[in-house]
């Protein structure tokens, strides 16, 4: 199975700081089809996952332009260029290039 | 639109069996594959296993590989996730997401507890 190590686990932001999460995982994800199956989820507290960033980096319709996603093969970011109030939650990386399918552990995203 | 609509809160007994469903709406049902998410209380989120409803094509994650059935419904757009047999550990909120995890249901919530 595909290893997805996010870092950090935590990570207290300031209102309208930058925030950046990392996704590593143990093999790479470039998929047989040129694909780069690694997508981004965003959970408030209480809510289902919401779609962010699929594909490594398209933000998904309705995403702020402040959310970004960036990487290849095996390291991928996730990064928020001004974080607000809204942005509190816990972020997940999955992968979807080999089955099983597999998710970071989580990232909390909290304000300082 | 579309919509994914999960049935209601179950509470159950261990050793009892449940099927919960996910219905889907505003897209080609058969053109997508459908997963099932576990997320346990206070934890991160597990892939169970997903379905291609347009040929029944089904994949378990090992870890849920003979705990649970997933199956699907062309003819009412339905995909289902089913145990034979609760156990007290299967307590958790269950969401069912379309591959590429764009649209999610609003979760299950299944409590199993003596």
């Known amino acids: 199975d595909i290893v997805m190590t996010q870092t950090p686990l935590s990570s207290p932001v300031t209102l309208g700081q930058p925030a950046s999460i990392s996704c590593r995982s143990s093999?790479?994800?470039?998929?047989?089809?040129?694909?780069?199956?690694l997508t981004w989820l965003q959970q408030r507290p209480g809510q289902p996952p919401r779609l962010l960033i699929y594909?490594?980096?398209d933000r998904f319709s309705g995403v702020p332009d402040r959310f970004s996603g960036s990487g290849a093969g095996t390291d991928f970011t996730l990064k928020i260029s001004r974080v607000e109030a809204e942005d509190v939650g816990v972020y997940y990386c999955?992968?979807?290039?080999?089955?099983?399918?597999?998710f970071g552990q989580g990232t909390k995203v909290e304000i300082k | 639109e579309v919509q994914l609509v999960q049935s209601g809160a179950e509470v159950k007994k261990p050793g009892e069996s449940l099927k919960i469903s996910c219905k889907a709406s505003?897209?080609?049902?058969?053109?997508?594959?459908i997963g099932w998410v576990r997320q346990m209380p206070g934890k991160g989120l597990e892939w169970m296993g997903i379905?291609?409803?347009?040929?029944?094509?089904?994949r378990y994650s090992p870890s849920f590989q003979g705990q649970v059935t997933i199956s699907a419904d062309k003819s009412i757009s339905t995909a289902y996730l089913q145990w034979s047999s609760l156990k007290a550990s299967d307590t958790a909120m269950y969401y069912c997401?379309?591959?590429?995890?764009?649209?999610w249901g609003q979760g299950t919530l299944v409590t199993v507890s003596s």
């Open positions: 093999q790479s994800l470039v998929h047989s089809d040129g694909n780069t199956y």
């Open positions: 505003g897209y080609s049902f058969t053109a997508y594959w």
């Open positions: 594909k490594t980096s």
């Open positions: 999955t992968q979807a290039t080999q089955f099983p399918w597999t």
């Open positions: 379905i291609y409803p347009g040929n029944s094509d089904t």
């Open positions: 997401v379309r591959h590429p995890a764009d649209f």
